[in-house]
Structure formats: C-alpha cells, structure tokens
C-alpha cells in the first residue's frame, strides 16, 4: 500500500482521484478524451464529472473505464468547434 491520510486539511488516498480533461469538440459538440490514473485502482471506480465552461446543452459519460483510466465522452454541447475543459472525480469504494 502507498501513502494514505489526512495533513493540513488535504487528503491524500489511494482509491480517490481528480483531475481535468480538455475535450476536444466537433462541430456538432460531441467529442472524446482520454484519461489516465495517476495510480491504478483495485478495480473499475466510480467516475463523475463537472463541466468547467459555459456548456448549456452538453452530456457527460465515460467509457472503457478500467482501474487504470477511461475516456471522457461528451455529446451535443453548446461549445462546437473547440476545446471544453471537464473536471472529474474518480472514487473505488473496495476496501480490499
């Protein structure tokens, strides 16, 4: 096991992750991005997202998610023809 615990308010543990995410977007708003953990979890985490630009319309999912990362998708967002930043949270509740 690695390093774990709680010092000056910040956590640090092994099967919670974040980070963000440039998609790059078509210009129907739809757009994929790869994702890599720092430090591989013991299996496939749980995994939301938050959309860190102006998007009205665009839909968060991942796919080909492992314990070593997944691919950001997003579909129809208001943003076309760009990049859209996405901010992520990664959590594997397995305790063994």
């Avoid at 690695?2 to 963000?20: E, I």
């Avoid at 708003?29 to 985490?45: C, I, L, Q, R, Y």
């Avoid at 998610?65 to 208001?78: E, H, R």
């Amino acid at each position: 096991m690695g390093k774990f615990g709680w010092h000056s308010g910040a956590v640090q543990a092994q099967n919670l992750q974040s980070g963000s995410v440039d998609v790059s977007v078509d210009a129907s708003g739809d757009g994929t991005a790869s994702v890599t953990f720092s430090n591989a979890m013991k299996e496939a985490p749980k995994v939301t997202f938050g959309i860190a630009e102006a998007d009205t319309t665009g839909t968060m999912s991942h796919n080909a998610k492992t314990n070593l990362g997944f691919i950001a998708q997003v579909d129809g967002s208001s943003v076309t023809g760009s990049t859209l930043t996405v901010d992520w949270i990664a959590f594997n509740d397995r305790l063994n």
